[in-house]
């Protein structure tokens, strides 16, 4: 966005907004003034049905005319016009004036040149279907055909024809190819009748202040005027108006201090914020007023109670917030407005026997240190893990503090949203409740509010890291504490509708449900049933989901892929020689990751330095290039012990609070990493992580680590197990899927499997082992051929009741295969081993003389 001569322009803000027209006034005597916040776009509260909504244009036109008399007008007569009028009608007057501040909002010099572009563009268009009309090469048929086709660009109206009246079709017959000194000429003239609109509104509220002074209504009514003055603040405004902006606004703090130290805590959160964009003005003139009224705010609330933590809180947390959500923000220019701001305190006479210079001087350090933290993230904007990492360092370093805490949750939860991670941003809402949920314990036993943390361990067992505040850490009393409006029951209950909001977008419906149980018994205690009817109206669709997704292999839901990264050389920093685990989007192949992280680090390294290690064996730095970076990306499963499964029954439960991943190396003695059946061994690493996925951030340091190698008959054992595990899962699906099934069993009793189950009988049943210590793998593996043919079996039977006419000779086919591997498996199956065919002693069979039941002699 473009800005005129001495003028800031600050983020875009709303569009125009549309004003009714009454055909009659509204009753003012029974209607309280509408609130500000409600809406940005305010109408007569009392619009009736027959009014009809005026165009943008029509809507200005109005306006203008409202500001002419409010210039124009003696102000001696505004004064008494505004002590007569009742107090609903000086509510609608504020509304009024914030109109006009939304409406005449300067858009830049690039708004001006998008819709001469656009326009041109439209007279081009018109220019090639005459061109086609008068050189013949569309018909009239095709020609009536498309025209009736279009829209008008009024809806559903009339024709455009018979309304030649109106603003939008008569701009469009002026000249659209503008020259680019007409276009500064409108930003030009643009900008000066914002700045002349907001200035009439300023003066306006100023005499409205003069009239409420004495007024028993004040409060309301200064609370309004101050709220809008915070809209003109956050607003698109030039350097002039600025200037008597900030003015006014000190002004009011000075004279009514109450309206932030004493009521509503948002009012001096938005202050904070707004004051803190424009300390980083690129404009001196801004910057000085900025840093002025920002100083005087601090001492304004140093006065009342001897300590401004109230203002120290929201500075910093509006900081925080500034740089975790704004990619736009000047570093440099505010921290000369902070030095500013430390000059004042050093000088400031009337203070100086306080300690109101160090309390100056200790904030200006912790917002010297966020920007130190902006500059970093800014180092990393095109490294996602990196740069959730550091926000979560700088979290992590708030956990004394949950004001600040909540704030960068709060921005790692819009990042991820950002990135499209719904599932992360859903945990940082979850933990932000919990860490409210904490501070609420701490003031009140309330039978409906979660006791701290420990009520959200079934959404994460993550969460009970927010039980790190404890009583001597945060003080409910103490001034500036949680004194913002997530601090409260609404919310906590605002915070866990975002929770839910995210795991519904990640697919996550059964933390949906687990979300609602905690905020179902708040909206009951409050009697809130319109909340209570649209919770539950979304338990049922998420419940809906899950049974459609769940019935069927083709609807499963597929949540994320993961992978082991790891990192090594000096050219890493911090990261040499670490582990992670990195979450992915769902069906992420392993050469994408691979090629995502080679790019990145080569353009940040150079060419011909990162180098990505193809293996998964472990990494010897011995031989590694120290010069070189070197990357390995493994492809790893969610892990879970024997006990765990019987936990875990769903899809859900199976890809949800994983902290455990596995990942197999095969390899062969002379190192390659396939050979024969008697020679392959294979390696199992499982890794442990710090935190269980989904988590706040989407990579997990790896800390611990631990590996098992497996001897041939050993990996013989786990294939026959697994292919055992796909029969049945293929013969029990429900609906059953036919072609699924036929695929298993062909890959299980088909003649030309490579290094199949007769193949495997063969090598390793053949001849009985020679050493005692391979009698019970033995064992083993005939039992798993065992039930591998009775599984077989129940496929074949399930499958003939399947199969159509067509398929009766495939179905034969398969059969006499597997007549054939019985046939050839039978003579391994019956061996016995020698210890089995040994005669026992009557000693043996006494177990009361086993020496595992027998007392140890102490």
Known sequence: METPPSQEIPPEREGIPVIRLETSAPDSSSESAPSLLSTLSPVWPQASRSGCPLSAESSRTLLVCVLWVLKNAEPALLQRWAADLALPQLGRLLDLLYLCLAAFEYKGKKAFERINSLTFKKSLDMKARLEEAILGTIGARQDMVRRSRERSPFGNQENVRWRKSITHWRQTSDRVDKTKDEMEHEALVDGNLATEASLVVLDTLEIIV????????????????????????????????????????????????ELLFEEDTELCADLCLRLLRHCGSRLSTVRTHASASLYLLMRQNFEIGNNFARVKMQVTMSLSSLVGTTQSFSEEHLRRSLKTIL????????????????QVQDLMFNLHMILTDTVKMKEHQEDPEMLIDLMYRIARGYQGSPDLRLTWLQNMAGKHAELGNHAEAAQCMVHAAALVAEYLALLEDSRYLPVGCVSFQNISSNVLEESAISDDILSPDEEGFCSGKHFTELGLVGLLEQAAAYFTMGGLYEAVNEVYKTLIPILEAHRDYKKLAAVHGKLQEAFTKIMHQSSGWEMQRVF??????????????????????????????????????????TERFGEDVVEIVKDSNPVDKTKLDPQKAYIQITYVEPHFDTYELKDRVTYFDRNYGLRTFLFCTPFTPDGRAHGELPEQHKRKTLLSTDHAFPYIKTRIRVCHREETVLTPVEVAIEDMQKKTRELAFATEQDPPDAKMLQMVLQGSVGPTVNQGPLEVAQVFLAEIPEDPKLFRHHNKLRLCFKDFCKKCEDALRKNKALIGPDQKEYHRELERNYGRLREALQPLLTQRLPQLLAPTTAGLRNSLNRASFRKADL
């Not at 003069?210 to 309004?224: D, P």
């Not at 000059?343 to 160090?358: H, I, K, P």
């Open 560 to 601: 994320g892929t993961y992978f082991r990264v790891g990192f090594y050389g000096a050219r890493f920093g911090d990261l040499d020689e670490q582990e992670f685990v990195y979450k992915e989007p769902s069906i992420t192949k392993l050469a994408e990751i691979s090629h995502r992280l080679e790019e990145f680090y």
């Open 210 to 257: 003069q009239t409420v002074m004495l007024s028993e209504a004040r409060e309301s009514i200064l609370g309004a005027v101050l709220k809008v003055v915070l809209y003109s603040l956050g607003s698109a405004q030039s350097a002039l108006f600025l200037q008597h902006g900030l003015a006014t606004q000190r002004a009011l703090v000075s004279k009514f201090p």
């Open 343 to 358: 000059t004042y305190a050093e000088e400031d006479v009337g203070l100086r026997d306080s300690t109101f210079a160090e």
